[in-house]
C-alpha cells in the first residue's frame, strides 16, 4: 500500500486539510449543514481545507459559492469558502424500494470510498485528512495525519474490522459524542487516541437573529401566539410525530415545525390532518433558520429510545442553535441529549416517545416566563465555549500534534 511522506510541522502559511465525508453536497439533510459549518470554520482556523463529498446522480451540480450559500446561515460572497471535490460512486439506492436497499447501499459506500482514496493519495499528500467513514480510514491506514470522526459506531462485523485496523496503524478518532466515545472504548479504541467534540453553533448565531416581531412578521405568524418549534430531519427516530400528536394537549399554541425530506414531510402532514395548530413548513434553506428561531418561544427535541443513534450517538446541531438564540428547549430524556445539553439546566427533560409527559413539559415552561429566562441565560452561557471555530481548532491541534512524530508503515 502507497504511504505518504512523513508530515513537516504544520505552519499557517502551509497548513492543508482534507475533509472527507460521503455526503451530498448540498442536500436537505443536517449531515451536509453540520459538515459545511466543519469545513467552514476549519479553513477559518487557518487550514487551507477541500471538502470531498460523493457525486450523487439526483443532486444538482452547482458552483463552489452556490453550495456554500445554501448550507450556511451567515454565508459572506467575500470569505474564501473551502475547496469542494466530488468524488464518483455507483449510485441506485433510491432506484429501488427501502426493502431492497442494503446492497446498493453499502455498494455505494464501497465505491465513494475507493474514488474518495485514490483522491486523497493522488492529489493531497502531505496534508491532514479528517475522514467520517471508515472505509476511506481503513482505505487510508498508514498515512501520517489521519484522522476518523466518527457520528455512530459501526454495528457490522466487517466495518468494526475496517475502523480497528485504521487506529492500529496510527490514526486518531474524534467521537462526536460521549456516547460514541463509550461504545468505541468497548470495541477496543483505546482512549489515548480519542477525543470527544461534539457539533458546535456559528459563533455569531445570537447577534445576528432578527428581531422577534420581525421575525414573525416575515413568517406571517400571529404576533401574540405562543410558538412552539422544531427544526430539524424528519426520521422517525427524529420523533417529530411524538410532538404532533402532543399538539391537542397545547391549547392555542403553536407547533411549528420545519426541515425534512420530501417524503417525510408528506407523511407527517397526513399525520398532523386537521390539527389546526400544526403547521409544517417543510425544508428551509439555512439562511433562513434564524427567522425560526427569533419567532419561537419553545424549542422541541423529541428523539425516540431507539435506535442508539437517538439514544446515545447524536449531538444534535438544533440544540447548540437553540441555546445560543436563548430558546427554552424541552427535549427527550435520553443520555445522547444530556450530553450534549450538559450539566447548566438548560433545557427540560421529559420522558421519551409520551406525547402527554411531552405536552405536560412544554405547557409547564410556556406557563413560567421566570423559568424561561432563566433557562434561556443558562443556555446562552453554556453554549459559549462550543462554537464552530473553538471545536475546528481543538481538532487541529489534536491532529496535528500526532502528525509531527508520526512515520511510515511498512
Given at each position: 500500500?502507497?504511504?505518504?511522506?512523513?508530515?513537516?510541522?504544520?505552519?499557517?502559511?502551509?497548513?492543508?486539510?482534507?475533509?472527507?465525508?460521503?455526503?451530498?453536497?448540498?442536500?436537505?439533510?443536517?449531515?451536509?449543514?453540520?459538515?459545511?459549518?466543519?469545513?467552514?470554520?476549519?479553513?477559518?482556523?487557518?487550514?487551507?481545507?477541500?471538502?470531498?463529498?460523493?457525486?450523487?446522480?439526483?443532486?444538482?451540480?452547482?458552483?463552489?459559492?452556490?453550495?456554500?450559500?445554501?448550507?450556511?446561515?451567515?454565508?459572506?460572497?467575500?470569505?474564501?469558502?473551502?475547496?469542494?471535490?466530488?468524488?464518483?460512486?455507483?449510485?441506485?439506492?433510491?432506484?429501488?424500494?427501502?426493502?431492497?436497499?442494503?446492497?446498493?447501499?453499502?455498494?455505494?459506500?464501497?465505491?465513494?470510498?475507493?474514488?474518495?482514496?485514490?483522491?486523497?493519495?493522488?492529489?493531497?499528500?502531505?496534508?491532514?485528512?479528517?475522514?467520517?467513514?471508515?472505509?476511506?480510514?481503513?482505505?487510508?491506514?498508514?498515512?501520517?495525519?489521519?484522522?476518523?470522526?466518527?457520528?455512530?459506531?459501526?454495528?457490522?462485523?466487517?466495518?468494526?474490522?475496517?475502523?480497528?485496523?485504521?487506529?492500529?496503524?496510527?490514526a486518531r478518532v474524534v467521537a462526536i459524542s460521549g456516547g460514541v466515545r463509550d461504545d468505541l472504548l468497548g470495541l477496543g479504541v483505546p482512549e489515548r487516541c480519542m477525543?470527544?467534540?461534539?457539533?458546535?453553533?456559528?459563533?455569531?448565531?445570537?447577534?445576528?437573529?432578527?428581531?422577534?416581531?420581525?421575525?414573525?412578521?416575515?413568517?406571517?405568524?400571529?404576533?401574540?401566539?405562543?410558538?412552539?418549534?422544531?427544526?430539524?430531519?424528519?426520521?422517525?427516530?427524529?420523533?417529530?410525530?411524538v410532538l404532533v400528536d402532543a399538539a391537542d394537549r397545547l391549547g392555542d399554541a403553536l407547533v411549528l415545525i420545519v426541515g425534512g425530506m420530501e417524503q417525510d414531510i408528506?407523511?407527517?402532514?397526513e399525520r398532523a390532518r386537521g390539527k389546526a395548530n400544526v403547521r409544517i413548513d417543510g425544508f428551509r434553506e439555512a439562511g433562513e433558520i434564524p427567522a425560526y428561531l427569533?419567532?419561537?418561544?419553545?424549542?422541541?427535541?423529541?428523539?425516540?429510545?431507539?435506535?442508539?443513534?437517538?439514544?446515545?450517538?447524536?449531538?444534535?446541531?438544533?440544540?447548540?442553535?437553540?441555546?445560543?438564540?436563548?430558546?427554552?428547549?424541552?427535549?427527550?430524556?435520553?443520555?445522547?441529549?444530556?450530553?450534549?445539553?450538559?450539566?447548566?439546566?438548560?433545557?427540560?427533560?421529559?420522558?421519551?416517545?409520551?406525547?402527554?409527559?411531552?405536552?405536560?413539559?412544554?405547557?409547564?415552561?410556556?406557563?413560567?416566563?421566570?423559568?424561561?429566562?432563566?433557562?434561556?441565560?443558562?443556555?446562552?452561557?453554556?453554549?459559549?465555549?462550543?462554537?464552530?471555530?473553538?471545536?475546528?481548532?481543538?481538532?487541529?491541534?489534536?491532529?496535528?500534534?500526532?502528525?509531527?512524530?508520526?512515520?511510515?508503515?511498512?
Open positions: 500500500m502507497p504511504v505518504d511522506p512523513v508530515l513537516p510541522s504544520p505552519s499557517a502559511e502551509q497548513l492543508r486539510l482534507v475533509l472527507v465525508a460521503n455526503a451530498r453536497m448540498p442536500s436537505q439533510r443536517a449531515q451536509s449543514v453540520q459538515l459545511a459549518k466543519a469545513a467552514r470554520a476549519f479553513q477559518r482556523a487557518g487550514a487551507a481545507t477541500t471538502v470531498i463529498h460523493a457525486r450523487r446522480r439526483d443532486t444538482p451540480e452547482l458552483d463552489r459559492a452556490e453550495v456554500w450559500r445554501r448550507l450556511l446561515m451567515d454565508f459572506d460572497p467575500n470569505e474564501e469558502s473551502p475547496g469542494l471535490r466530488a468524488a464518483r460512486c455507483s449510485d441506485w439506492i433510491d432506484t429501488v424500494p427501502r426493502f431492497a436497499q442494503f446492497f446498493p447501499a453499502r455498494l455505494q459506500e464501497w465505491t465513494f470510498g475507493r474514488s474518495a482514496v485514490q483522491a486523497v493519495r493522488r492529489d493531497f499528500r502531505g496534508a491532514l485528512c479528517l475522514a467520517r467513514d471508515v472505509e476511506v480510514g481503513h482505505g487510508l491506514r498508514g498515512r501520517p495525519g489521519l484522522a476518523l470522526e466518527i457520528h455512530r459506531v459501526p454495528g457490522g462485523k466487517t466495518r468494526r474490522g475496517m475502523l480497528l485496523s485504521a487506529v492500529s496503524a496510527g477525543t470527544v467534540e461534539h457539533d458546535a453553533v456559528d459563533a455569531g448565531l445570537a447577534d445576528s437573529l432578527p428581531a422577534r416581531a420581525e421575525a414573525r412578521r416575515r413568517l406571517g405568524l400571529d404576533p401574540g401566539r405562543t410558538v412552539v418549534l422544531y427544526a430539524g430531519g424528519l426520521l422517525k427516530w427524529k420523533g417529530v410525530d408528506v407523511a407527517l402532514r427569533a419567532a419561537a418561544d419553545v424549542g422541541i427535541v423529541p428523539n425516540r429510545k431507539t435506535p442508539r443513534i437517538s439514544s446515545h450517538y447524536t449531538s444534535p446541531l438544533k440544540v447548540f442553535e437553540a441555546m445560543a438564540a436563548g430558546l427554552p428547549l424541552v427535549v427527550s430524556d435520553l443520555p445522547s441529549l444530556r450530553d450534549a445539553v450538559g450539566e447548566s439546566a438548560a433545557a427540560q427533560f421529559v420522558e421519551p416517545e409520551d406525547p402527554a409527559a411531552l405536552a405536560a413539559g412544554i405547557v409547564g415552561l410556556i406557563e413560567d416566563a421566570d423559568g424561561r429566562a432563566e433557562m434561556a441565560r443558562r443556555a446562552r452561557l453554556a453554549v459559549e465555549s462550543h462554537t464552530w471555530e473553538a471545536r475546528a481548532q481543538r481538532i487541529l491541534a489534536f491532529m496535528a500534534q500526532e502528525s509531527q512524530g508520526a512515520r511510515p508503515r511498512p
